[in-house]
């Protein structure tokens, strides 16, 4: 297995933001713009707070902080297939192939959820202040805002493999596909 190198940039943050700019006003503003035209749509989230999406192949999956929720939208048709309960304002998202993530910032872990019925399958405590989150090769990598850290989790584990200490209040991460890069919003690097 390749190592993984941690490297902290303010240029990846830059790119993050210029990259992540069109899906932010889309998406969190919930508009859907069709890549040909112009016209938007309107689409209710289900909660309030939301700011990171994710798509598994059929569906966009939404965090509402706020709303304690994560919401299931059918990317066809922009209709609600299902808005789960999460308490502990879940924040970042993503999706391995297999399964949803979901970080919950004012309760320090991370939950696993069933894609199909959107049921917890598997809590991971980390450290404090979970934000962003990243699937890369078979692991689930996660900021943790307050504790200055990045964390690796395997899909298949239930606990953190690994702990990197990073810049302070890392914000959001990317990968290269040979490293994971860290934005860190306090250190500006």
Known sequence: MKSIILKTALFALLLTVEICSISVEQVFSQQAVAPSSEQTTDYTAGGKGSEFAVFDGAYVWIASQFGNTVTKL???????????????????????????????????????????????????????????????????WVVNRIANTVQKIPVDGTTVSATYKVGKKPAMMETDGANIWVANSKSHS
């Open 74 to 140: 059918n990317s066809s048709t922009g209709s609600i297939a299902g808005i789960y309960e999460i308490t502990g304002n879940p924040l970042g998202i993503a999706y391995d192939g297999r399964y949803i993530w979901v970080s919950r910032y004012a309760s320090d872990d991370v939950v696993k959820m069933d894609v199909n019925n959107g049921t917890v399958l598997a809590t991971v405590r980390v450290n404090k202040g979970p934000g962003f989150l990243l699937a890369k090769d078979d692991h689930i």
